[in-house]
């Protein structure tokens, strides 16, 4: 990576882009998948120049449908 990060207050709105010709639809997105259809969370824990972190956080299911 060598980009220089993310603005932290914009990342998960959509038309943000930090490429030239890029939508800023990708984060939009996984994070609506993430949270809509598996109950879990898309967050940003790290930006800085070269080096940018998100997690996936995802509810553990038991048997039977027990959280």
């Given amino acids: ?3 220089e990060g993310v603005r932290v207050d914009k990342v998960f709105e ?9 939508w800023g639809l990708g984060l939009t997105l996984a994070r609506r998948i993430v949270e809509s259809y598996h ?7 790290e930006s800085r120049p070269g080096r940018t972190v998100f ?6 299911w038991r048997e039977g449908g027990e959280r």
Avoid at 14 to 22: D, E, Q, R, Y
Avoid at 39 to 45: A, D, E, F
């Fill in 1 to 3: 990576d060598t980009g």
């Fill in 39 to 45: 109950r879990g969370r898309l967050v940003l824990k």
């Fill in 55 to 60: 997690a996936i956080l995802l509810p553990v």
């Fill in 14 to 22: 959509p038309g943000v882009s930090t490429k030239k010709h890029g």
